[in-house]
Nanobody, 124 residues
Framework: QVQLVESGGGLVQAGGSRRLSCAAS????????MGWFRQAPGKEREFVAA????????FYTDSAKGRFTISRDNPKNTVYLQMNNLKPEDTAVYYC?????????????????WGQGTQVTVSS
């Protein structure tokens, strides 16, 4: 089992920045690729970004490219999502997730463990 706890959400003005953190415990963190997803009210949970177990490769949805950066610190068992130039449409609950890497990294179904989520609200 891997336990994931997100933090760093809150209210931010459009154009501002926010850094989300996800602390992992349980099985060896560095064995897992990590992803961030988000879910806005009335919408499905969607992929935002992912990072391989070593941090050597990162992946982003088109709306996140150039604004968001995913990173990880394996000794600290933590993955981060730095979000810059936030827009009202980024408002959502953000979830981190862990995958053993057996499926497409952008698909929800590929992930084995999920956190409880942290709310990010961007005001216009």
């Amino acid at each position: 089992q891997v336990q994931l706890v997100e933090s760093g959400g809150g209210l931010v003005q459009a154009g501002g920045s926010r850094r989300l953190s996800c602390a992992a415990s349980g099985r060896t963190f560095s064995n897992y690729a990590m992803g961030w997803f988000r879910q806005a009210p009335g919408k499905e949970r969607e992929f935002v970004a992912a990072i391989t177990w070593s941090g050597a490769s990162t992946f982003y949805t088109d709306s996140a490219k150039g604004r968001f950066t995913i990173s990880r610190d394996n000794p600290k068992n933590t993955v981060y999502l730095q979000m810059n130039n936030l827009k009202p449409e980024d408002t959502a609950v953000y979830y981190c997730a862990a995958t053993a890497g057996l499926g497409p990294i952008s698909r929800r179904e590929s992930y084995d463990y999920w956190g409880q989520g942290t709310q990010v609200t961007v005001s216009s």
